[in-house]
């Protein structure tokens, strides 16, 4: 009886906050009301250079004069409510106050307050989000690869009230509140003296631009909270002779499939500053000339190739066939992306711990096992099915006695729309090139044509064998040997932050690269420091030739007694990375659309947040994650 009770105190409770919502919204404009007031979070002027505190007084200005504007707010418990937020001015100075921010007496800047996270942002001019609305995109957004667009029609349908004359989330508006709620968090974690500062002109999306490059630039390399990341399921502690304790620590990269439009223009890392166009600003003039690469001559009104005939030809023949079905279902497979049902593995779930997988036929999926699988089982990495794998191997061979059918992914379904772009165009902007062969005569003529625009080649990563990623970046046009050189090189820039071991699947390849002359200074760099580049093991038993000497006596895993143990059991996983593809490339439909900065910008706060919740996921196993100080890291 007492449990019937409480919970019809509970509905009668909510009925009553939905009756008075209603009615605040109702009623509540003609006398500036709101079911909830917003107001700065200070009653004095808090600016150090206002004349009041140079005229001898002791106490700060009282701020007044307010203005009412009508707002809505989205929460996560009483959905889209009506408000009113409230701004002061100080009469000293003649600084205006607001919820989230100050604005100077004549600037164009507005000074967001700093020391801490507020609980409401304001993410246009009359809407304002709950910063757990937020929190909880940022969730979804990680461990179901939840568009901006999905989750404003979540919270427009089933956390909101639908019946409410109150206006409907948008996805710009999750997104930009996203941003700015990740901008905010950053600063007061990292910027403790500093405030962010954006212009106070223009719609949210450009104010945040400035603020979003600077943030991507600190992360590129270094600048993930966990790279300096250690536990003792990525680090093989061992006890010397001496007393001393030794550290053995490996990384793994790959390369995954994402990308941003970029210009059409070979080479150019530009992104055009309207997502429909082809080229750049600098490069503009070139979508004047034909489509045909290597063909400089002016296309003709109608065409997007010149005059010539087989140019022509293969610009009729790609303008019939992206009409034709086949296309259209060749653009909804391309835009397909892989959901599972757990693509957050940690060292103790699946084949992510090594103690019970024997030398030498072993290998770690990608996929989570189950819990109750045998410890000796062994498989292998989904095999091509999977759209959004690794860039430089998509056609993982499935294991022996699997059929090809039942190795595809579980939970197959369609994209989401692109949060950043609604083209609808007809254009060709999912294929990058076509080609086409002719025959002239006794001779074929083969062509290649630019039809649409370029997008960037893969993201590289380097994750820790726990599964910390420490480090990402853009690889433009291929995941070339020198690029994933130089990226190393980036993100381990002192001799004592670079592993012993760096196991790539075209480890053998890179070796060969720093043995020769114009690669010294590379070669030095690794060698002198005991930094061994080493395949991983499911590429060396399945991808690369037992006939390939170089490879066999440089690459081979076994070679290393540091990465298997006296028990013939592997010591690191080597194939975190293709786990974390999984993952990762969910975000290839998510971000395809979206200009640079913020492309970079929240890919980077993705992977903040998954290893915010992996290291908890370790810690929470007893692997004793810590961080390395910055001076064994050379940095101080």
């Not at 962010?196 to 002109?201: G, I």
């Not at 990623?469 to 433009?476: A, G, L, N, Y």
């Not at 990226?487 to 932050?497: G, I, L, N, V, Y």
Request: hydrophobic fraction near 35%; glycine fraction near 6%.
């Amino acid at each position: 009886m007492d449990s019937y009770n409480r919970e019809r105190e509970v509905d009668l409770n909510n009925h009553r906050r939905d009756n008075d919502i209603e009615l605040f919204g109702r009623y509540g404009e003609q006398f500036e009301l709101g079911y909830r007031q917003l107001y700065p979070p200070m009653r004095a002027c808090i600016n150090d250079d206002c004349p009041r505190l140079f005229l001898g007084n002791r106490t700060r200005a009282l701020l007044s004069h307010p203005k009412k504007y009508k707002a809505t707010l989205y929460t996560l418990d009483s959905g889209a409510i009506p408000v009113f937020s409230t701004s002061l001015r100080c009469t000293s100075c003649n600084t205006s106050y607001h919820l989230n921010y100050s604005i100077g007496a004549g600037a164009s800047i507005r000074a967001y307050y700093g020391g801490y996270v507020p609980d409401i942002l304001q993410a246009a001019e009359h809407f304002f989000v709950e910063t757990k609305v937020l929190s909880y995109y940022g969730a979804s957004a990680v461990f179901s690869h939840t568009s901006s667009t999905n989750f404003a029609r979540i919270y427009n349908r089933e956390l909101s009230c639908p019946y409410r004359d109150q206006p409907r989330v948008r996805p710009e508006h999750v997104l930009d509140g996203f941003y700015l709620h990740s901008l905010l968090m950053y600063y007061s974690r990292e910027k403790r003296n500093r405030i962010l500062e954006l212009p106070n002109t223009g719609p949210q999306s450009l104010r945040l631009k400035a603020a979003l490059e600077a943030r991507n630039k600190e992360m590129e390399g270094t600048g993930q909270e966990e790279y300096a990341h250690v536990c003792t399921g990525c680090t093989l502690f061992e006890d010397t002779d001496g007393g001393q304790i030794t550290r053995v620590q490996a990384v793994v990269t790959d390369g995954v499939t994402v990308g941003h439009p970029i210009c059409a223009v070979k080479g150019c890392k530009s992104t055009p500053f309207n997502l429909r166009d082809k080229f750049c600003a600098a490069h503009v003039s070139a979508d004047l000339t034909c489509c045909i690469i290597g063909c400089s001559m002016a296309k003709e009104v109608g065409f997007r190739s010149c005059k010539d005939t087989l140019h022509r030809q293969l610009d009729l023949k790609k303008k019939e066939a992206n009409v034709a079905m086949f296309m259209l279902r060749h653009r909804l497979a391309r835009l397909k992306v892989s959901h599972i049902e757990d693509s957050l593995v940690t060292p103790d779930r699946g084949a992510a711990t090594t103690e019970n997988d024997p030398l030498p036929n072993i290998l770690l999926t990608p996929a989570a096992v189950d819990d109750g699988a045998d410890a000796g089982t062994i498989s292998t990495p989904l095999a091509g099915n999977n759209p959004t794998g690794s860039a430089s191997d998509k056609t993982l061979a499935p294991a022996a006695g699997v059929d090809e059918k039942d190795n595809q992914m579980p939970g197959l379904v369609e994209g989401d729309d692109n949060d950043d772009d609604d083209d609808d165009s007809d254009d060709d902007t999912f294929d990058v090139e076509d080609e086409g062969t002719f025959k002239v005569g006794d001779k074929e003529v083969k062509l290649k044509a630019q039809f649409g625009r370029r997008y960037s080649h893969n993201e590289q990563l380097f994750v820790r064998p726990c599964g910390v990623i420490i480090s990402r970046t853009t690889m433009f046009n291929s995941e070339g040997i020198k690029e994933v050189v130089d990226f190393a090189k980036r993100t381990f820039p002192t001799p004592e932050s670079l592993p012993q071991y760096i196991i790539y699947d075209n480890a053998c390849n890179v070796r060969a690269h720093l043995d020769t002359a114009h690669a010294a200074s590379d070669h030095a760099y690794f060698k002198d420091n005991r930094s061994n580049w080493v395949v991983d093991v499911f590429h060396f038993e399945n991808k690369h030739k037992k006939t390939d000497i170089y490879c066999q006596e440089h690459c081979n895993p076994v070679l290393y007694a540091d990465l298997c143990t006296a028990e013939s059991k592997w010591t690191f996983n080597s194939s975190i990375a293709e786990q974390t593809n999984v993952w990762f490339g969910g975000y290839h439909s998510l971000c395809q659309g979206m200009h640079k900065d913020r492309y970079n910008f929240f890919l980077d706060e993705m992977i903040r947040r998954r290893n915010q919740w992996l290291v908890e996921e370790l810690a929470r196993k007893r692997l004793q994650p810590f961080h390395r100080s910055l001076v064994s890291l050379g940095f101080a």
